[in-house]
């Protein structure tokens, strides 16, 4: 975990992707450092799939990324990644309001395996000593 979704609208090459990703990683991964197991799925909208207001392809898709992430990490790690992660999609996509959601999950509604998160303990006190030395 995180899990990342951002939907945009098409057209950035996959250059300038890349770059995206990397900065978007390095944010989410300084906030949730373990383990190194950050997902980001990027869905291209085209102009004819979007609805403003009732109105088919009236404008791009807004940008906006959802965030499936463990409970635990502090504001001021939230505020630094949300900074970092903002000023990434800003330069790739130049649109305004770019918005994210952030849905936190505690570590026994999150599943691996068949197994719970919560019961792995190694899990577990991992992510206990990087939220205590925050």
Same mark, same amino acid.
Do not use: C
């Given at each position: 975990?995180?899990?990342?979704? $951002?939907?945009?609208?098409?057209?950035?090459?996959?250059?300038?992707?890349?770059?995206?990703? @990397?900065? *978007?990683?390095?944010? $989410? +991964?300084?906030?949730?450092? &373990?383990?190194?197991? !950050?997902?980001? &799925?990027?869905?291209?909208?085209?102009?004819? =799939?979007? =609805? %403003?207001?009732?109105?088919?392809?009236? #404008?791009?898709?807004?940008?906006? $990324?959802?965030? +499936?992430?463990?409970?635990?990490?502090?504001?001021?790690?939230?505020?630094?990644?949300?900074?970092?992660? /903002?000023?990434? !999609?800003? #330069?790739?996509? /130049?649109?305004? @309001? &770019? *918005?994210? &959601? *952030? +849905?936190?999950?505690? $570590?026994? *509604?999150? =599943?691996?395996?068949?197994?719970? +998160?919560?019961? /792995? %303990?190694?899990?577990?006190?991992?992510?206990? @000593?990087?939220?205590?030395? =925050?």
């Amino acid at each position: 975990m995180p899990i990342t979704y $951002l939907d945009v609208p098409q057209g950035i090459r996959i250059t300038e992707k890349r770059k995206l990703v @990397k900065a *978007m990683y390095d944010a $989410l +991964h300084k906030a949730y450092p &373990f383990p190194d197991d !950050v997902r980001i &799925f990027i869905r291209e909208w085209p102009l004819e =799939s979007v =609805s %403003q207001d009732g109105r088919l392809g009236s #404008e791009p898709a807004r940008t906006i $990324l959802m965030m +499936h992430v463990p409970q635990g990490v502090s504001i001021d790690a939230k505020r630094a990644m949300v900074s970092a992660i /903002n000023a990434a !999609v800003a #330069e790739a996509y /130049n649109l305004p @309001k &770019f *918005m994210i &959601f *952030m +849905h936190e999950y505690p $570590l026994d *509604m999150v =599943s691996l395996d068949g197994g719970l +998160h919560a019961d /792995n %303990q190694q899990r577990v006190e991992a992510q206990r @000593k990087v939220y205590d030395a =925050s």
